[in-house]
DNA sequence: TAGCGACGTCGTACGGCGTACGGAATAAAT
DNA sequence: ATTTATTCCGTACGCCGTACGACGTCGCTA
């Protein structure tokens, strides 16, 4: 029975446990702290991805040997889980406002903002992550912009899904954008100038008339760069209104 | 000026435009096909995911050294774009009903269908896999859907999406409760029995009234394993209301 | 105060990965 | 019959995560 309690536990919830730990331990102190890797972990992913984010070069980050690195962490599959629950803990969750709309939006656009600025996060949703105290604290901040409103238990779940699933597609879509437009100045452009013949060729006698009427009408809006950002707009309107609509309150309409 | 074309698009393309070919290959005959590897890897990552599939044992699956692998294909990378293509191919996309609101419902339901048939998809968005021929044949026909019901062409393009982002968040949630149920049976439940005091313990001094109870009841509820599809009802008659509004008509509001 | 034992540090090593390279076999073109 | 393009594939390189064990460093107990 009983079976040793998963190590990551214990790390995660660190900073709301700690005392009445262990007071003295026996060898060296640690030169750092599980903190400072995590954190570590966090600029590395933010600056190269979560690919780029090996043992070895975290270590020579931080001036440790590679090993050393799992006196502070369990594995690899752990740290991302801390590193997860950092960034969340990095957030102070604004108060949510009286309007019910606004509400929803709130929680939509600060979702938006964490997966933009760390778009590694969205490599890894679904993990289980929502073990830590940060994930509790946001889920339950969540949970209250549509406490009270006529949902039902598992309504409310699924309208937070609905938020913050859209705003996590919505991100990812403008980081991938954001990294089409930084890599533009070369290879993109290169790219297309290299296939843009073949491509023709190869599609000739097909053709797509709504596609590609949208994809130029598309292509030309986001080349402006500053429209991956009307799709959250967007989406986020027709949610809203759809909620509104389930709720029986009338919709938003007009913008702005 | 014009480098070498980029070869993953010849192989996306492989099967329109085939003829008019170099007609005759010097060495021995290649002892499968391109369409074999491709379908070998999708099995292979149906069954145990992107993770799993390596060049190594996708060439012992085939009977083929692992270099081997290389005349069909220039890389993993490029495999797997062909794999996204191969699968989109492989559904007869029916026709679009004359309702708007079945229409849209039409068009998220078979991404999700795709995508919970084929999980790894969900891991590969926003690879430039459209330059597919599959791909761009589904664009269209998506695009299809909303065509000439008043939005303009970038709206046209977001409120796709909309619907596919959430149906292929939908698919993922779907799939992942299909794991979790799937291994329920040993290691799930022994996690929580060693693992529920030790979070009880750390958890203590905290409170989260509302996801506490929100979580029991979707506990409760996914545990009836049947419940992850109305994640996908609901949310999908959230957002078709949205756009139904949008476009000033009535929205459904009763659902069967 | 001596020394035991726990703990941090880290070099080495193992099995896996994607794939570059080059050689042998094969079949069409000359 | 020779050349040439192509397939097949064994070997090898540089990555990866991490298991193991040696070694030094400290706190505890005797």
Redesign the pocket.
Known sequence: MARDPDPSLELLWRHVAAPAE???????????SVDAVVDAGIDLADRDGLAA?????LAKELG?????L???VP???DLIVLMVDQVLARRTLPELPEDLADRLEMVARVQYDDCLAHPWILDVVGLRAWLGPASAERYEWQLGAVEGIGLDDIEMDQTIALLTGFAGNAAGSAHRARLAEREMGMSELEWWEANSGELGRVMAGRDYPIAGRVGQAAGEAYQAASDPARELEFGLARIIDGVLVHLGRQPRRPRA
Not at 22 to 32: K, V
Not at 64 to 68: D, K
């Open positions: 262990t007071p003295t331990r026996r060898g060296p102190r640690q030169r750092l984010l090996s043992m070895r070069v440790l040997g590679v090993m050393s799992y006196t502070y594995s690899r599959g």
